[in-house]
């Protein structure tokens, strides 16, 4: 492979291949650089390419728009003789964070606080642009050997305001997209997308980075779709022990349920630096870690070609318990998509990850049925308890306060009823002295507390 592209770049050799496109290293003849080059795969279907020239038009408009040290960062873009378009980005040589976690296990801590760090000032930078990228998941972080943080394709991106719209307008707005495990409610359910789908999608990036395990992982695409749409998952602290109590507070902030209760990118990157400093978590830590990972899993990737969209739309929907009838009728058409599962033996070259992007057909039109015999109806559904418990056990007695307010003198157990959200208990004794701890209480969830002033 020696083809030269424009009389500049020449091609080395492929990184990967996707549905939309194909990805190259190449030397950049007139500064002596080596680069990616990436090329979009035109389909002889007339609608598909029309859908997939939209997506390449998202892809390199989103990133002109976007100028941000962890934003992959566009040097060109052109079009090639037989009328194919390319971009040409920096070459990022370092490792897939998705497989690196697959091979290896969780990140440390620090590590990963560090990476969330610098993914939301890349969020603060694109949502100051109006720009939501849709499909925030480990797959598309990439740490280099030199410490950076990339956030990857932003081919998916979306425009929240009416000006960058117009920048970034193609054929992706009706359509549920993005990698099914990371996906946010409101994008399964059909409810406004907004920056903070993009949080949503982050902290359940940042539980597998920390945990290894995907926070609503079920047997299928439609129970784990079903599963984040009612809220159904595993918590933070149950399946990565030893972390501290900011770092999975910060998580638990970025994935609550609804929109309005996470915090927006700006207080996000806040609180998660207040973390890493409780931490000790120093900047070089990437660099070390960096260095340590590379050398022994040595990857080299431009960017990220995502699977072709259909042309396909969807309705949207409401509440996520109207939704799950469009939720079910989904089995038909992901049973031939199978979510993307790194290799446990990484490879000198990363492969290159379609995104998963899944259609809503239409709701068919219910057919008149014949006359049934009444039946008792079934009561409606309940809504989402809005409390949960703390439940204390006492090595010894202690004066309780929760959040200020005393509770009196408490032995061997107690069980505290408290309204969703994060509370302070504070235990005090006249011998042992007093201490306090932040829980965070869950809707309908028991939260154990063990008191023992001598531990």
Request: glycine share 8%; aromatic share 6%.
């Amino acid at each position: 492979m020696n083809e030269l592209i424009d009389g500049r770049y020449r091609l080395e050799r492929e990184l990967g291949a996707g549905g939309m496109g194909r990805v190259f290293a190449a030397k950049d003849e007139r500064t002596g650089k080596r680069v990616a080059l990436k090329e979009l795969l035109v389909p002889e279907d007339d609608k598909e390419q029309a859908l997939q020239r939209a997506w390449f038009r998202r892809e390199l408009k989103a990133l002109i728009a976007l100028d941000h040290p962890s934003i992959l960062r566009l040097i060109e873009y052109g079009q090639l003789d037989a009328g194919t378009p390319y971009i040409v980005t920096e070459l990022l040589e370092g490792m897939n964070l998705e497989d690196h976690v697959a091979a290896n296990g969780p990140l440390p801590e620090k590590v990963g606080v560090l990476i969330a760090a610098r993914v939301l000032s890349a969020l603060v930078a694109a949502h100051a642009q109006s720009v939501v990228h849709r499909d925030i998941k480990p797959a598309n972080l990439f740490l280099c050997t030199d410490g950076r943080v990339i956030v990857l394709d932003f081919g998916l991106a979306r425009a929240t305001s009416d000006a960058m719209g117009k920048t970034l307008a193609g054929g992706l707005d009706t359509q549920l997209v993005g990698t099914t495990a990371y996906l946010s409610p409101e994008q399964i359910t059909g409810g406004a997308l907004s920056p903070k789908s993009d949080l949503f999608s982050l902290g359940s990036t940042l539980f597998y980075l920390l945990s290894g395990e995907q926070p609503y992982k079920k047997a299928s695409i439609i129970d784990t779709l079903r599963a984040i749409a009612g809220d159904d998952r595993k918590l933070l602290g149950d399946v990565a022990r030893g972390l501290s109590d900011e770092t999975i507070l910060a998580v638990e902030h970025l994935m609550a349920f609804e929109p309005n209760e996470r915090p927006d990118a700006p207080a996000a990157k806040r609180e998660m630096d207040a973390a890493a400093k409780k931490l000790g978590a120093a900047p070089s830590a990437l660099l070390d870690f960096a260095a340590r990972g590379t050398n022994a899993n040595a990857t080299t990737i431009a960017t990220r070609p995502a699977a072709a969209p259909t042309a396909k739309t969807t309705r949207r929907r409401g509440p996520w318990l109207w939704a799950l009838p469009a939720i079910l009728l989904l089995a038909t058409a992901v049973a031939l998509i199978t979510p993307h599962a790194p290799s446990k033996a990484p490879a000198a070259v990363a492969p290159v990850v379609p995104a998963e992007i899944i259609d809503l057909p239409p709701t068919p039109p219910t057919p008149e049925a014949a006359p049934e015999v009444p039946t008792t109806p079934e009561p409606p559904p309940t809504a989402a308890p809005k409390s949960g418990t703390v439940k204390c056990s006492f090595a010894q007695w202690a004066e309780v306060t929760v959040d200020g307010v005393a509770q009196g003198k408490k032995q061997f157990s107690a069980v505290f009823s408290l309204p969703a959200g994060k509370h302070t208990l504070k235990f005090s004794h006249p011998k042992y002295g007093e201490r306090s701890q932040v829980f965070l209480v869950r809707g309908g969830k028991e939260t154990p507390c063990a008191v023992d002033f001598l531990d």
